[in-house]
């Protein structure tokens, strides 16, 4: 029990092209999902927090309109890196919480973007 | 001083023996203690939490929780190749938004 998927795995796009990546769990609702990004043998960097039917809350240093985030449902959230450059490079993770008051996450299997 | 101190490494390690992995923090409200094991290009799987202080064993893994000392560890025992992953702490307040705050990670290296 517990998975969330990502996809797609792995992206590699222009510069200047939007991207979509998509975080479902698959045996769950998941009220509450969160955005990582990770870089090589750096920690994961908390990006938002998104709740299902809310906008989203994005922590400091991140450009809300760059990184779109959408909840639409108890098993899906969206991240759309907008007009992304090279400096978007990353490892994507996301990950879901079952409940409010609960600390335990599962993650899903990242993605990995490449903007060329 | 970050919140979450963790050493990279990495850290290599021959089949069988016991491996000591380590975090330093400096929020004192810090109460859930977890550990969490990521394979190259994966996602994180949370191996192991603490709640407070004490020690807690699951399998070859045991985990440790000083708070007097901002100090917490993992232990594996028997190691195997098989254990060869990025080892992240994690730690988080009780109560409000329960998000936890990341070490880097140690890579650990389990050769034959």
């Known amino acids: 029990g517990a998975v969330v998927s990502q996809h797609p795995s792995r992206v590699i796009c222009k510069s200047g092209t939007s991207v979509k990546i998509e975080c479902r769990s698959l045996d769950f609702q998941a009220t509450t999902m969160f955005w990582y990004r990770q870089f090589p043998k750096k920690s994961l960097m908390l990006m938002a927090t998104s709740n299902e039917g809310s906008k989203a809350t994005y922590e400091q240093g991140v450009e809300k309109d760059k990184f779109l985030i959408n909840h639409a449902s108890l098993t899906l959230s969206t991240l759309t890196v907008t007009s992304a450059h090279p400096e978007d490079s990353s490892f994507y993770i996301c990950?879901?919480?079952?409940?409010?008051?609960?600390?335990?996450?599962?993650f899903g299997p990242g993605t990995r973007l490449t903007v060329l | 001083q970050k919140e979450v101190e963790q050493d990279p490494g990495p850290l290599s390690v021959p089949e069988g023996a016991i491996v000591s992995l380590n975090c330093t923090y400096s929020?004192?409200?810090?109460?859930?203690f977890m550990w969490y094991r990521q394979y190259s290009r994966k996602g994180p799987e949370l191996l192991m939490y603490t709640y407070s202080s004490g020690n807690k064993e699951d399998g070859r893994f045991t985990a440790q929780v000083d708070k007097s000392s901002k100090y917490i560890s993992l232990f594996i025992r028997d190691s195997q190749p098989s254990d060869s992953a990025t080892y992240l702490c994690a730690m988080s307040p009780f109560g409000g938004s329960y998000i936890p705050t990341f070490g880097r990670g140690t890579s650990l290296i389990v050769h034959p």
């Open positions: 929020n004192s409200a810090f109460q859930y």
């Open positions: 990950s879901a919480r079952v409940t409010s008051g609960k600390f335990e996450q599962f």
